[in-house]
């Protein structure tokens, strides 16, 4: 298990209005960590295509993905509660089912309560850079992580990773094409435009204003 933690919990107690919104949406869209293991069928009522995303910060983009995808199922994994109330408020304004999150350690999730090989997709969008170099050893996308993802995903499903911090895209893609258990699927040492599927958010298009760049990286598991 992780011992270094590639997040630090900010931010302290929930607003009102964030306790209110969490209190009142858990029961529909929340998964407990101490329930353990999953069974996908089970959580959605259906056999469908699984999306899995680590840290969606404050849920827009992965709640526009399940509204624009509803034959899909999408689980977020998200350490910071005011997110979480955040996604699942949104989640219930657009009315949709296909959606569920845990609000814990997402290698603690990953490792005890979701199946093996089912998730077609794995995302990880911006995750924190730790810019400085003695702190690189807290980039989540390290050899062991991607290999605690492949385990989640079914031959052939994606990875998906984006950042804005252009070293830590170079260090994604040193990590990954090192794997023997994944291929790129834009070629090997290279980047992927930005697919329709990834909503653009407030945050890239302020970027875009002011010149940042945006790297996606999407592997494919052989």
Not at 36 to 50: P, T, W
Not at 147 to 152: F, G, L, R, S
Not at 178 to 186: F, G, H, P, V
């Amino acid at each position: 298990m992780r011992t270094i933690k590639s997040f630090v919990v900010r931010g302290g107690r929930m607003t009102e209005g964030q306790q209110k919104a969490y209190d009142n949406n858990w029961q529909t869209y929340g998964l407990n960590f101490e329930d353990g293991a999953i069974e996908y069928k089970e959580v959605f009522g259906r056999d469908s295509d699984i999306t899995l995303e680590v840290g969606f910060g404050m849920g827009a983009s992965l709640v526009e993905m399940a509204k624009k995808a509803p034959e899909r199922d999408f689980i977020g994994i998200e350490v910071h509660p005011p997110g979480v109330a955040k996604l699942m408020m949104l989640a219930a304004e657009a009315g949709i089912s296909n959606i569920r999150v845990y609000c814990h350690d997402a290698i603690e999730v990953m490792a005890q309560c979701l199946p093996k090989e089912q998730a077609s997709t794995f995302q990880l969008f911006f995750p924190d850079p730790w810019h400085k170099k003695k702190h690189n050893k807290r980039r989540i996308v390290q050899a062991l992580f991607a290999n605690q993802v492949a385990d989640t995903l079914k031959p052939n499903g994606l990875f998906h990773m984006a950042t804005d911090w252009e070293p830590y895209a170079e260090h994604m893609m040193e990590v990954m094409d090192a794997q023997t258990n994944y291929e790129n699927i834009s070629g090997k040492g290279s980047f992927h435009p930005r697919p329709e599927w990834r909503p653009l958010t407030k945050f890239e298009q302020r970027g875009e204003k002011l010149g940042h760049g945006v790297w996606d990286l999407i592997y494919s598991k052989n």
